[in-house]
Structure formats: structure tokens, C-alpha cells
């Protein structure tokens, strides 16, 4: 008896335990505007604060609690109240000035919860939530402290906790660069340590099994999730930490090794947008323009004076070891001749831009120097370089200069010379810049993915934009929707470029590379990725006999420039290799600002295919890539305007076609294609399609 009614007091004891905490647990919800998704904010008993998502009323994103650790106070996790709670509604079209299409919508449900502690100091805490029918997102916001001017934050930890052991597409979670392979692997298997995931990289820094955004997946019911960061100002970008027997990811931001903390901020402040991209389908993750809505308004007006553009460079050849950034090889690349060359080539073909890399001293102390600090100077051509000149004549043909700018990772003497070589090129006519910082971050102890170089990097956008300049960063932060706010952020690396394929030992970038490159690094925004090779085999590449290549055929090729978006797209090959090739008319007539786009079919890592139409001339371009598995595609023509007839050129694998056997053979074809046409199609392994729509009078 004594036993029984022990049991039973305990009994009672954790009911009440359990009931006390549910009873004083509050929640709030926000549904997204076609009730699809939802969020559910939750307040548990000890007042400490956690989300959780729904789709279709099943739970997705299971509780995830939120909290942060400062250098300079307690630990922000629990005793809070809701002081009140807000909730918002918006709908709004706005225009992109060039994008993947003019009329962008943005149509949200916000909730805004209101925190103080519940103890002296009462810290306050807001946080924002938005749900969108393709995702959600938060931010946090802090407010105000008494006697407190600043807040030094060593962790944040939002969580993420997933319910199932989903499929992914992840690169490691890497401080200093994303030029990694992607790795498809459940969520238990996320290995980002192992060094195979990260061959070819000296600069790399990955302090633990951390992946970066975005992260890409799959779940077994067929659902596909994208996280990422939207708006990333004035902090250190986000790693996701991996607890494989919880399913669980964790905020890792990217430190610093001269501080020990990770952000740094003056109060009041806002963080960046968590986000979490939600479809049905494969398709709706490329459709979804969720990053850049959670981002501001364009703050510069007008910038009709950047041109999107096709451009091509003195760039591959030095990649191939044809010639070099430096004049002391004895094979400087950067001439006026060879640039003439080079701009006759495009004035001949519809090429608008021009990219010249090694035109600038200090090229000699380049890659693998230490002291990098005072070596590259913007503004002093080499002695065979005429700078005048080569924009007089490009001028002359309707060409336009892209200026480069190696930092060699040297910021602060790129900072000191920026606004002259900005004013440099403002007096030239030159509106756009390349940049690059190749190497470790100069001081040592920074990364390139830390709150000090997002902050650098954002200096860069901010200055050029006063000289009317726009950028294209290479080894830059991730993108995450800045270009809505600062429309002169036109594209960037941040993924294996194609230059990979040119030397690296590894084999180059796989067939299936851009197939979910298309559904991961694509999410975040444009890309710099320079499609176009010709030669696949590379037969020019220096020292004869290398093994490497393009492990694609040349109908891939075509197609990327419609797969993988950017307003400024490359056409990369060497001339000779375009010249009298049939197949490089698609890259003169293709397109490269949208009015809209189709993302017709895909599926990660297998292929994907899109439509888009050009914004001036109402004409639509196709591609279509796949991995390395040969497959046939349906194409339906349903996107062309009702009633309209289109001449079709068609580039296709052709029938012996294969991205290592048989690369070049290509099949060219015209038809008269119309709305209710269906055709299908077979691409070769690590094939191609390219498909270019012209209106017909
Ligand atoms: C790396 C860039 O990705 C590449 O395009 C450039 O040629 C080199 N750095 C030199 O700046
Ligand atoms: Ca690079």
C-alpha cells in the first residue's frame, strides 16, 4: 500500500511538473498566405524560446530551440515573457532592374514576438517571423541595454531539427572558401572532416562537421528543404554544425582567431534572415525568390549604366599555361595587342565585355607569397599594357572594359587604393570590376567568411556603386539576396568554376557538378561560373599531355548559359576554338537579361532544364543538363505565347555523343516550333540541349 501510493505521488508530481510547464507554455502561430506552411513559435515553461514548422499540417522542422552566448553577459536562453506580439501582412510586386525576371512578387504573413526577461537586467529580445508560400525565415533583433553600447557574441545557436534522415547535397562548412565538390549523403552520414571532401585547397579552414549554405535535401516523403541566410550585413556568415544521432544542425558562425568572439555589434541590431526553403518538387526551390524578398529595396535608383552583358577575357589561356598574370614569366597574356585581339573577336560576334586579368603591377608576388600586404597596385598598367588605348579601341567597337582586381586577399591595401582605381575607371568609362582574394585573409587570423570581410565586402559594393561601378567577386561571401538592396552586386564565384577543370588534380568538376549546383549555390544568386569551353579535351593546355578536361559534351556547355544564371555570362574558350564552330551561335544570340523564367523539370544531381525569356526581344532560350546518365527529356513548348510561331535552332547531343568518348559532336537543327508542341529528346551522358526560340515576324 505504502509502494502504491509512493508510485502514485510521483505520479502526480511529474504530471504536474509536465501539465505546470504546458500550462504556462504560450504559442503563437503564423500561416503562410495560402495556408501551406506554417510556424509555430513557442514559449515553453522556463520561458525559453523554440519554433517549429509545418507543411501541409506535418511537422518538418521539429522543435528548435534559439539562444545566444555573449563575451560580455549571460547567456540569452530562457526566463523571457512575451511582452507582445504583432502581426503583419504584405503583398508587393517590385521590379529587378535584371534578374531572372522583371516582376518579382513578395507576399508574406509576419509575426513579430516581443521578449523580456523576466529577471533584472530584463534583456529584451525581438524576434521577426515570415512565412512565404515557398518558406520561412527569422531574424532576431536586439534592442537597447541599459549601460550596455555593444554586444560581443561568441555563439549563436538556432537549431534546426529535422525529422527524418534526409538526403543532402552539402559542402563543408569551410571559413575561407566554397570551391568544394558537392557530397550527396544522408544528413547521418555528413563526414565534412574527411579530407577527401576538401582535396585542392591550401587556403581551406573547417574547425568541425559544419557544412555551409546552402544545404540542399531531400526527404523520404519527397519534400525538399533549403537552408541558407538572407541579408547577411554587418555579422559572420553561418555554418550549419551537424549532430548526426539528433538530426540536429546547429548555427556555427565563422570566427576570427584575433578576437575570440564571432560578432561584434553596437545596439540596437538586427541579425540576418534563417531561412528555410520549402517545395513540393525540385523546380520550386530554382522558382523561389524568398532570398532576395527578405532583403531591402534597391538604395541606389537607377543603375541603367550597368549593362548585362556576354564578355570574354584574357582569362583561359591562363588557366591553359598559355601565357600569365606577370610580365616576368616572359609570357605576359595582358598586351594591347593580344586585348585587341580579343575585342575584335567580340565586336564580331555580339560580345559586348571584355575581361583583361594580369594588366595591373604586382602579379610577380603573387600566389604563395606571405607578405602580400602593398604588392598589387589598381592603377599601374605593365609597360606592354596601354590601358588609354585599349579602351579607346573597345570604345571604338562597342566594347566594354571589366576591370580586375586581385586582392590576393590583401583588404586593406585594396581598401586604401579602391577609390582611385574606382575614379581611374569612372574617368575610362569603365563600369564593372572583377575582384578576386585568392589565398589566406591578410591580417592573419581572419577568414573570408568572418564578420570582418562580409564588412569588407560590403565596403567594396557601397564604394563602387559611388563611382557607378559593378561588381563581380570571385572568393567572395555567399551570396544572400544583397542585390535587391545594392543592384550593382551582379554576380560571383563561390562554387568550382569552370577553371577547375583546367588544372585541378582531382579530375576536374563531374559531369553531374551544375546539376546540383543548379538546386544548392544557385538558391543564394547569381554565378560567375564561365561556361562556354569548346576545346573539351583542352588540346591547347599547357604542358602538352596534361590530363585534364571538360567533363561535359559541348551541348552542356551551350546550355549552361541558360541553367546557370548571371547577368554577366563569359564566353570563356579561347577565339580560335570558337571560330567557324556553327555551335557558337547560340552564345552570340543567347540571352542574358530575363524578362521571365520557366524551370520546366529537375531533379538534384540528375538534371534540370529552364526556360528563359529575353526582356527586350521577347525571345526564349532553353537549356537543359544532365549528369552523367544519358536520359531522355520532354520538352513542352506550353511556356511560348499562344498563337505565336517561333523559328527553333536546336543544339543537341548527337547520337554518339558522350562527355568523355565523344564531347564535340554536336547536332544543329532548325524547326518552327509553336505553344502546343511537345518534342523529346535524348541527352548524352553528361549531355546537353540549347535551344534558342526566335519570334517569327
Ligand atoms: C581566381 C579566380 O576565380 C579566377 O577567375 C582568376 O583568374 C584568378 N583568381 C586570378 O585572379
Ligand atoms: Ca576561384
Known amino acids: 500500500m505504502k509502494k502504491i501510493s509512493y508510485l502514485l505521488s510521483l505520479t502526480i508530481l511529474v504530471l504536474c511538473i509536465y501539465g505546470c510547464n504546458n500550462f504556462n507554455k504560450k504559442t503563437e502561430i503564423v500561416t503562410s498566405p495560402s495556408k501551406n506552411i506554417s510556424l509555430e513559435f513557442i514559449l515553453s515553461g522556463n520561458g525559453s524560446p523554440s519554433y517549429l514548422v509545418k507543411h501541409n499540417d506535418i511537422i518538418i522542422i521539429d522543435s528548435s530551440k534559439m539562444s545566444f552566448d555573449f563575451k560580455n553577459q549571460e547567456s540569452l536562453q530562457k526566463g523571457f515573457e512575451i511582452i507582445e506580439t504583432e502581426h503583419n501582412y504584405k503583398d508587393e510586386d517590385w521590379e529587378m532592374p535584371w534578374g531572372e525576371q522583371r ?75 566554397y570551391e568544394h565538390l558537392y557530397n550527396t549523403s544522408n544528413f547521418s552520414e555528413i563526414n565534412a572532416l574527411s579530407k577527401q571532401n576538401h582535396s585542392n585547397l591550401a587556403q581551406s579552414y573547417i574547425p568541425e562537421n559544419a557544412v555551409n549554405t546552402p544545404l540542399t535535401m531531400r526527404s523520404n516523403e519527397g519534400l525538399y528543404l533549403s537552408f541558407h541566410e538572407a541579408n547577411l550585413t554587418d555579422y559572420a556568415g553561418m555554418t550549419l554544425k551537424i549532430d548526426k544521432e539528433n538530426l540536429l544542425m546547429t548555427s556555427e558562425l565563422v570566427g576570427s582567431d584575433r578576437f575570440a568572439y564571432k560578432v561584434k555589434r553596437e545596439l540596437p541590431f538586427l541579425t540576418p534572415w534563417r531561412t528555410i526553403q520549402i517545395s513540393e518538387n525540385a523546380t520550386g526551390l530554382i522558382k523561389s525568390n524568398l532570398i532576395v524578398n527578405l532583403n531591402e529595396p534597391n538604395k541606389l535608383g537607377d543603375i541603367s549604366w550597368f549593362k548585362p552583358k556576354k564578355y570574354v577575357g584574357i582569362w583561359w589561356e591562363m588557366h591553359l599555361g598559355m601565357s600569365s598574370w606577370d610580365l616576368a614569366s616572359g609570357k605576359h597574356g595582358a598586351t594591347t595587342a593580344n586585348a585587341k585581339k580579343y575585342i575584335d573577336f567580340a565586336a564580331e560576334n555580339n560580345i559586348t565585355g571584355l575581361l583583361v586579368e594580369g594588366w595591373n603591377t604586382g602579379w610577380e608576388h603573387w600566389v604563395g607569397f606571405e607578405e602580400r600586404e602593398g604588392v598589387f597596385d589598381f592603377v599601374t598598367p605593365y609597360s606592354d599594357y596601354n590601358l588609354n588605348e585599349v579602351v579607346r579601341y573597345a570604345k571604338e567597337k562597342g566594347v566594354e572594359l571589366i576591370m580586375h582586381h586581385e586582392t590576393s586577399a590583401a583588404p586593406r591595401t585594396y581598401e586604401k587604393q579602391m577609390d582611385a582605381a574606382f575614379s581611374l575607371m569612372k574617368n575610362l568609362g569603365v563600369h564593372s570590376a572583377k575582384t578576386g582574394y585568392v589565398g589566406k585573409i591578410i591580417p592573419k587570423g581572419e577568414y573570408h567568411h568572418g564578420q570582418w570581410m562580409v564588412n569588407h565586402y560590403r565596403k567594396v559594393i557601397e564604394t563602387a556603386a559611388k563611382y557607378h561601378i559593378a561588381i563581380d567577386a570571385h572568393e567572395p561571401i555567399k551570396a544572400t539576396g544583397i542585390r535587391r538592396t545594392y543592384p550593382n552586386i551582379v554576380s560571383r564565384e563561390g562554387l568550382r568554376g569552370q577553371e577547375f577543370n583546367a588544372w585541378s588534380s582531382d579530375g576536374g568538376n563531374p559531369p553531374e557538378h551544375l546539376s546540383i549546383v543548379a538546386f544548392t549555390r544557385m538558391l543564394a544568386g547569381p554565378i560567375d561560373f564561365t561556361p562556354g569551353v569548346f576545346d573539351i579535351k583542352l588540346n591547347s593546355k599547357l604542358p602538352v599531355g596534361s590530363s585534364n578536361q571538360v567533363n561535359t559534351t559541348l551541348a552542356h556547355q551551350l546550355a549552361l548559359y541558360v541553367v546557370i544564371y548571371s547577368p554577366i555570362q563569359m564566353a570563356c574558350d579561347l577565339p580560335k576554338n570558337y571560330n567557324g564552330n556553327p555551335a557558337f551561335q547560340f552564345i552570340r544570340d543567347v540571352g542574358v537579361d530575363w524578362e521571365q523564367t520557366k524551370v520546366l523539370d529537375g531533379e538534384i544531381g540528375d538534371f534540370v532544364t529552364i526556360a528563359r525569356q529575353e526582356k527586350v526581344t521577347k525571345n526564349w532560350f532553353l537549356g537543359s543538363i544532365t549528369d552523367e546518365n544519358k536520359r531522355d527529356i520532354i520538352i513542352q513548348f506550353d511556356f511560348l505565347d499562344e498563337g505565336k510561331k517561333y523559328e527553333a535552332t536546336i543544339y543537341k547531343d548527337g547520337a554518339e555523343a558522350h562527355w568523355n568518348n565523344n564531347p564535340t559532336s554536336i547536332e544543329i537543327e532548325k524547326v518552327i516550333v509553336e505553344k502546343n508542341m511537345k518534342k523529346i529528346f535524348t541527352l548524352a551522358e553528361g549531355g546537353g540541349l540549347a535551344i534558342s526560340l526566335k519570334v517569327m515576324k
Open 103 to 177: 516582376i518579382v512578387k513578395n507576399n508574406y504573413n509576419e509575426l513579430i514576438v516581443k521578449l523580456e526577461e523576466d529577471k533584472i537586467p530584463n534583456r529584451k529580445l525581438n524576434i521577426y517571423f515570415r512565412t512565404y508560400d515557398d518558406g520561412i525565415a527569422f531574424r532576431y533583433e536586439f534592442l537597447k541595454q541599459k549601460d550596455v553600447d555593444s554586444l560581443i557574441i561568441i555563439d549563436e545557436n538556432t537549431q534546426f531539427k529535422l525529422t527524418g534522415d534526409h538526403l543532402c547535397w552539402w559542402i563543408p562548412g569551410d571559413w575561407d572558401i
